[in-house]
């Protein structure tokens, strides 16, 4: 893997001047991502954050080719760019001669867990090469935070308001990389943008590795998440300390936790600083968060018993 | 699939002869999804795949949604794509159809038409391709399987010309063409070849020296800068449309237009209507002329653009005329094609008098019958220049 000096070196493929927020996850995460690629990459995006964010016409942020068609068909978009890419290579008719281009599909949690997950699934069954890389920011952030299939328990927002009767989103989330690791796809992980050096680890060789590979990617969100900008890194890492968010990846059917913290943190302090839990820190609500601490720490226990084991 | 030629004639059905053209036209990517009545296109273009008689990369993907997503992609990439559907299909790929023309992408759809849902009902009528005619495609329509045949091969050559650059809907009838056998002419592989020529995109995704960003989002600053120039691009393409099939007609012999008249010239009454329909209305023709009325026939060819002045002015001295459609607008007013073609006759200085009948739905029979009804209806309009019903459901 590249050293921090060496990808320091290498040219922005996302450059400055876009239009995502202060403190947003997603900009070092797809840089990183692009990065570990280390050659030629095309890239779509869905609808949301990242494409309205980087694109708004006549100016882009992105230096590689790069496509926006709609919110639920990322991966059907990369299948059709994957397939021509293939067609026109065999047919010799690559422009600028026979290079291997990586291909990577980026996707907001809404636009990967909830109404493009059909598109993803078709995708990674058909086996296309490609990443697929979920910017996992807990909701619909990019119309006004409302609630996603990856959206945390009790979080308040738009959709699921922490009411007087209702305090706020009442499911767990869904499980979305086993979901995607249950199509025995070669490759599939969860990583954090706050620690760099696995997640370029993991992008890298989600990009070598051949046919579909996927990571989602814990995304902090300033807006939506009622945090503070220059916070954001830490709230990425406490995310992982508690247990929330686990650093793991599956290759080749095998399940391995990246990063094991040395003292599991209470969940109390990744939710206490952020807005959308506010209500979870009232007296009243103790059982709710005594609720959510319990639902973490059987899902990591879930998790350890399948540390290195083939799922 | 082997297909049996004497003479260069075969006796194919719609499907075989629209997967034939494929064959010959061999495109470099097809994202497909199965639907009645359209899937023998799809099942007979991948044997044609599986037996290596194309070089095209089949995907087959979950939804229709994904099959014109993946066009999309494709396309994007510089790839010559093509794809089949019907009704639902259709229906499904609505949100797409609008990005593949706005992004200004030649692919080339062939859509078996069949009704909508609900009821569900797999039968022909024009719901589906009706429903997506303010989708920014040009849309071809074909009465016979010759047609279906011939106006898919011209269709790769009208979306990809270079003042076009808009993706084209090749439709044809659910069942009554598309799994009726037709004998037919078929071209050589070469002569196919040679009509369409080869595809190189200009801007591709895969040309990494120079990267592109596609589809970016367009405030007010431009948006409407750039659906002024997609309008203009279709509204032009009906020039490519004829100079397209002048060339066919060149190499092949076989004349198209922007529409079809039947004993048309001297007609007083006439009945404007799309697709196989046509051919039932031409026997109703025939019956009454042999009776001494002056009965013709209008087939619009294509539809998108529509091309209302060539139809204006075609039709321009008739006294009555009925426009069948095989949709409904569900507007209270008639058809679609009543609706614009009445509009477009709205500037001739002695407007017709036009009707809307709606016929056929959900694949309920049209028959000579029904035509000859209509036309002793637009007898007595002519005669007397008084409508009693401007607009009514026939074959019910």
């Known amino acids: 893997m590249a050293t921090l000096k060496e990808l320091s070196k290498q040219n922005e493929l996302l450059t400055g001047g876009h239009r995502l927020c202060s403190g947003c996850g997603i900009p070092p995460i797809v840089r990183l991502v692009l990065r570990a690629a280390g050659g030629p990459g095309g890239a779509t995006t869905a609808t949301g954050c990242l494409e309205v964010g980087t694109t708004i016409y006549p100016y882009t942020a992105w230096r590689i080719p790069w496509i926006h068609s709609a919110f639920e068909n990322a991966a059907a978009t990369i299948s059709g760019i994957e397939t021509a890419y293939r067609a026109l290579k065999k047919k010799g008719k690559l422009p600028g001669g026979d290079r291997d281009i990586k291909f990577i599909a980026f996707g907001g949690d809404g636009g990967t867990y909830d109404i493009g997950l059909q598109a993803l699934s078709g995708a990674l069954e058909r086996g296309h090469n490609f990443l697929y890389l979920c910017y996992d920011n807990g909701a619909y952030m990019n119309t006004g935070i409302q609630r996603s299939s990856a959206t945390p328990f009790f979080s308040n927002t738009t959709t699921s308001p922490a009411g007087e009767a209702i305090p706020g989103k009442q499911e767990w989330r869904k499980d979305l990389t086993r979901i995607v690791a249950a199509h025995k796809i070669p490759y599939a992980a969860q990583a954090s943008p706050h620690n760099w050096a696995d997640l370029s680890r993991k992008a890298e060789k989600a990009l070598r590795i051949q046919g579909p590979t996927f990571m989602n990617v814990m995304s902090p969100c300033p807006l939506g998440w009622y945090t503070k900008p220059e916070d954001s890194i830490k709230w990425a890492k406490l995310s992982v300390d508690t247990c929330y968010w686990p650093l793991y990846e599956i290759e080749d059917g095998i399940l391995k936790i990246t990063y094991k913290p040395k003292e599991k943190k209470p969940l109390e302090e990744w939710l206490k600083p952020q807005g959308r839990f506010k209500h979870l820190l009232k007296p009243e609500n103790r059982n709710l968060l005594d609720k959510f601490q319990a639902r973490v720490d059987l899902e990591w226990q879930r998790l350890l018993d399948l540390d290195g084991k083939r799922i | ?396």
């Open chain 2, 1 to 396: 699939m082997a297909i049996t030629m004497t003479k260069g004639q075969a006796g194919l059905t719609g499907n075989s002869a629209i997967a034939y053209a494929m064959k010959q036209i061999n495109p470099d990517v097809c994202p497909a999804y199965p639907i009645t009545p359209s899937t023998a296109v799809i099942e007979e273009f991948a044997s044609y795949v599986a037996d290596g008689a194309v070089t095209t990369e089949l995907i087959t993907v979950e939804s229709e949604h994904s099959a014109m997503s993946a066009c999309i992609g494709a396309a994007a990439a510089g790839a010559r794509v093509m794809t089949a559907t019907s009704s639902q299909g259709l229906a499904l790929m609505w949100e797409m159809l609008y990005i593949a023309s706005g992004m200004r992408l030649p692919i080339i759809l062939t859509d078996v038409n069949r009704a909508l849902s609900a009821p569900i009902n797999i039968h022909c009528d024009h719901s589906d391709s009706m429903g997506a005619r303010d989708s920014g495609w040009i849309q071809l329509y074909s009465e016979t399987v010759q047609e279906a045949y011939d106006n898919l091969i011209q269709a790769v050559r009208i979306a990809e010309d270079e003042t076009v650059q808009l993706p084209v809907m090749v439709c044809l009838d659910g069942f009554i063409t598309s799994h009726a056998i037709e004998n037919i002419t078929l071209l050589s592989d070469e002569e196919v070849q040679g009509f369409v020529g080869e595809y190189n995109a200009k801007t591709t995704l895969l040309d990494i020296d120079h990267p592109v960003t596609m589809g970016a989002m367009s405030l007010p600053e431009n948006y409407i800068d750039f659906k002024f120039q997609q309008s203009e691009a279709i509204a032009r393409s009906k020039d490519t449309v004829l100079k397209v099939a002048e060339d066919f007609e060149k190499r092949f012999g076989r004349k198209y237009g922007l529409f079809e008249g039947y004993r048309l010239e001297d007609a007083e009454i006439a009945i404007v209507i799309l697709n196989s329909a046509a051919g039932t209305t031409k026997v109703a023709v025939d019956e009454l002329r042999k009776k001494g009325l002056k009965a013709g026939l209008l087939r619009p060819r294509l539809f998108r653009p529509f091309p209302f002045k060539e139809l204006a002015e075609a039709l321009k001295d008739k006294k009555a005329i009925a426009v069948l459609d095989r949709a409904d607008s569900m507007n209270g007013f008639g058809g679609p094609v009543f609706n614009e073609l009445r509009s477009a006759l709205y500037d001739v200085p002695k407007r017709p008098k036009v009707v809307s009948r709606i016929y056929g739905l959900g694949g309920r029979d049209y028959k000579v019958k029904d035509a000859i009804a209509v036309f002793e209806e637009l007898k007595t309009i002519a005669e007397t220049g008084m409508v009693d019903t401007l607009q009514k459901y026939i074959t019910i």
